[in-house]
């Protein structure tokens, strides 16, 4: 099993959450970025990748699915 390194998946997780409160958006849209936050950390640091560049990714994806959702 892979040694997952939970320093930098609490630096991105955190960084994620402080940039998802700098902005006025709907309830879904920032939702969707926590929750892509926190699973493309995960998703990074379980497959050995980029945890920074992976939570990255799945913000992008999760704020996109949840800003299409609030304007539905």
């Known amino acids: 099993m892979k040694n997952i390194n939970v320093k930098k998946m609490l630096v991105a997780v955190s960084v994620a959450g402080l940039m998802s409160g700098c902005a006025q958006i709907g309830p879904k849209t920032e939702k969707g970025a926590l929750i892509g936050a926190g699973t493309g950390a995960v998703v990074g640091a379980v497959s050995g990748?980029?945890?920074?560049?992976?939570?990255?990714?799945?913000t992008a994806?999760?704020?996109?699915v949840g800003y299409y959702e609030d304007t539905k």
């Open 61 to 64: 994806i999760g704020a996109g």
């Open 49 to 58: 990748g980029n945890v920074l560049k992976s939570a990255a990714i799945g």
